[in-house]
């Protein structure tokens, strides 16, 4: 059974930093395309970051410079580090897995930043 779990959300005031980890079970991460999303209330879930299997990265331009997604494979983890997070940054994030057809998703870590 594929589980995502997600942690490390939390109520940070505006220009904290968070660390986000999406632990990985029945899949081993460094073999998909691992992903992190975001949702606002009443608004789509958009894409926040991603690394490849090889360990390329890709950046949503609003998090350019701000965040950093990582992965340790002895843990089958992947982070989403948050740096300087804003008002704007406040949503449910979610980690995704994909390889192929296989598409898992986590349940998803409140991040709620006060101005």
């Known amino acids: 059974q594929v589980q995502l779990v997600e942690s490390g959300g939390g109520l940070v005031q505006a220009g904290g930093s968070l660390r986000l980890s999406c632990a990985a079970s029945?899949?081993?991460?460094?073999?998909?395309?691992m992903r992190w999303y975001r949702q606002a209330p009443g608004k789509q879930r958009d894409l926040v970051a991603l690394?490849?299997?090889?360990?390329?990265?890709n950046y949503a331009d609003s998090v350019k410079g701000r965040f950093t997604i990582d992965r340790d494979n002895a843990k089958n983890t992947v982070y989403l580090q948050m740096n300087s997070l804003r008002p704007e940054d406040t949503a449910v994030y979610y980690c995704?897995?994909?390889?192929?057809?296989?598409?898992?998703w986590g349940q998803g870590t409140q991040v709620t930043v006060s101005s």
């Open positions: 690394i490849s299997s090889g360990g390329s990265t």
């Open positions: 029945g899949i081993i991460a460094s073999n998909y395309i």
């Open positions: 995704n897995a994909k390889r192929l057809a296989q598409n898992y």
